[in-house]
């Protein structure tokens, strides 16, 4: 039988598509570093409708990508050239089953966009701290499959530490329904924490039961100058002891970054600072109502006394916060709208992240003088976006040229730091080969036999994370 017929009569009509110019925006990447082809985008509207068509995707040794929001940063969402491999978008399986202030969690399907499970918090009197510049995009079941982090991480932990329960469709189509509220649980091997950060490799998320914090109460939002990186840790160790812990995001912004992103991105405007080759971006939260402005503008204050801070401006209205906040979530915008770039997502012991920065910049220097270093991201959890532009008027080929040797030196470099080549993006299609070369041999083996016990057949997005047996 025809591929198409079948499929609709598992899933509806609306439940596939095939013209070539509906499932375009599918077949290729956020980043655009691949471009795949497939015969079909399916989006099943229940849960037991994705039952059905994993069991005959597993009958039939179908291979089936699952794609969220698109917005990955490692091509973990594409199809491969192949044209064999279904996309299959959760889009439609976007219910919130069930907000519980009492037990401080929410239920939620996968294809939730992040930004509708906040608001539902929010309508409940609740807070959801993950929080992620693409939250208007990317679902839920993405953040949970790519265990993704943001600018919320250093007081809330990444999306696993907010993960109370999964239900997870197996590659055979067997529900593992694990949704439970409890926040203590010792029954056993912790089988859901599995499928967090699996991208797709070993079963498809179809809902999760979050937690859920107290509202906030309090804001304080500051953007600072400071001379270099070593500035910045010392003033995380500061705030953290003198805040009572408050600090929920710690931002760093090189003044290249300032610059490129007031060039590009509509909207934006100067913070008003006095210029320093660093920024970082801070805010202190609070579920209590407190004086938050008060107490950050005496660490900094104390922080500019003693030559730390050079200068320092806390936001007066949600306007500004809003304002400070769009410098920094609008770097990735502006490095595109810049031209060519070059990527690293990297993760580094915080004490270790000043060494790193002026290890790894005179590197760039070296290897790559088509481009110039763009380094920004989340200081406070030791993740920094270890990122290139291309020079204006260097050759597109020359830089990109320089991509491989590049990442070998800055990924060795950040191993002897005893860091992270992946810290928050994953490893999709785009980090096979670095995971091969940096993860432990008992580790690979290890990954390769949960692959192999819940996906046989290897039909749960092949060649993501772990390369194809015998390719
Ligand atoms: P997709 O890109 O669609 O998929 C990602 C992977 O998850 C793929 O392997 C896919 O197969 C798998 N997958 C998706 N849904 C499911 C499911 N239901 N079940 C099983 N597997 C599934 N990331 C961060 O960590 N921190 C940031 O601060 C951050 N900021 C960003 C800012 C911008 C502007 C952009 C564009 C991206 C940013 N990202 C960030 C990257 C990206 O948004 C995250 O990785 C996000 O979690 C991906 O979600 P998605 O729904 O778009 O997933
Ligand atoms: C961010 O922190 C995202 O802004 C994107 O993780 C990082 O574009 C990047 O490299
Ligand atoms: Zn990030």
Known sequence: MDLAV??????????????????APYLVDHRRLYQGASPAVVAPASVADLQRLLAWCSETATPVVPQGGNTGYCGGATPDESGRQLVLSLRRLNRVRAVDPANFCLTVEAGCLLAQVQAAAAAANRYFPLSLGSEGSCQIGGNLATNAGGTSVLRYGMTRDLTLGLEVVLADGRLLSSLSPLRKDNTGYDLKGLFVGSEGTLGVISAACLKLYPAQRSTATAWVSIADPAAAIQLLGRLREGSGDR????????????????????ATRSPGTAHAPWYLLIELTSSASEDLQAVLEAALGRAIESGLVQDAAVARSEQQRADFWRLRESVPEAQRRAGGSLKHDV?????????????????????????????YGHVGDGNLHFNL????????????????????????LVAELSGSFSAEHGIGRLKVGELERYAQPLELELMRGIKRLLDPQGIMNPG??????GS
């Open 347 to 375: 993760s580094i012991p915080v004490a270790a992240m000043p060494e790193f920065i002026l290890r790894g910049a005179r590197l760039v220097e070296q290897l790559a003088p088509e481009g110039y270093l763009i380094a």
């Open 389 to 412: 532009n291309q020079r204006p008027g260097a050759d597109s080929a020359a830089f990109h040229a320089r991509e491989a040797p590049l990442k070998r030196a800055i990924h060795d």
């Open 247 to 266: 600090a929920s995001s710690f931002e760093l912004v090189p003044h290249v970054a300032l610059e490129l992103v007031l060039a590009h991105v509509p």
């Open 6 to 23: 079948r499929l609709r009569e598992l899933l509806g009509p609306e439940g596939v598509l095939t013209a070539p110019a509906d499932i």
């Open 464 to 469: 993501k994370v772990l390369r194809r047996p």
